[in-house]
T-cell receptor
């Protein structure tokens, strides 16, 4: 049963520290999304890639967030420096656009910035 | 993407059909209706989608009105594991000119299945 995996599942850090979240999309999926979920804002799209190329990162705070896909099996989301307002659950999702549009979500990384 | 309106919460008895409504009065001709759900502490999960015709899969049925301004997601025999937030999303389909872009989530409906 193919699944999107995310690491770490939980992260507690102090303000100012760098945070790196990783996502392994389902093998063969060509599109990867990053979402953030907070109680106040709900689920928001941060950025996404297709065939490893960034397509849209308009939802991402540019000054401290960066997203990359160093290869087809790994997507990363970095926050540097982290702030308490970044505390949220970060979800990765992947799609095989040759087979439709269904997005498959990972379990999320729960981030707490103190 | 067109905006959707859903009730914030609903209750349903276990074993009964759960009918979740969604209004999308500004839907365009090339926009699909998608349903995802999010069980507590998990990532969202795709349920079903449709354009005009009613659709059914192993999880649910989707009934779209003839004018396409509203739809209903039906879980035929709800179980406790169906307790979740259900999101109705309207968007241009990839094969209708959309770009398989990110999803825009509203607040959804919190469905609580009562034992």
């Amino acid at each position: 049963d193919a699944r999107v995996t995310q690491t770490p599942r939980h992260k507690v850090t102090e303000m100012g520290q760098e945070v790196t979240m990783r996502c392994q999309p389902i093998l063969g999926h060509n599109t990867v999304f990053w979402y953030r979920q907070t109680m106040m804002q709900g689920l928001e799209l941060l950025a996404y890639f297709r065939n490893r190329a960034p397509l849209d990162d308009s939802g991402m705070p540019k000054d401290r967030f960066s997203a990359e896909m160093p290869d087809a099996t790994l997507a990363t989301l970095k926050i540097q420096p982290s702030e308490p307002r970044d505390s949220a659950v970060y979800f990765c999702a992947s799609v095989d656009t040759s087979g439709g549009e269904t997005q498959y979500f990972g379990p999320g990384t729960r981030l707490l910035v103190l | 993407d067109a905006k959707t309106t859903q009730p914030p919460s609903m209750d349903c008895a276990e074993g009964r059909a759960a009918n979740l409504p969604c209004n999308h009065s500004t839907i365009s001709g090339n926009e699909y209706v998608y349903w995802y759900r999010q069980i507590h502490s998990q990532g969202p999960q795709y349920i079903i989608h449709g354009l005009k015709n009613n659709e059914t899969n192993e999880m649910a049925s989707l009934i779209i009105t003839e004018d396409r301004k509203s739809s209903t997601l039906i879980l035929p025999h709800a179980t406790l594991r169906d307790t979740a937030v259900y999101y109705c999303i309207v968007r241009v389909g990839m094969y209708s000119g959309g770009g398989a872009d990110g999803l825009t989530f509203g607040k959804g409906t919190h469905l609580i299945i009562q034992p």
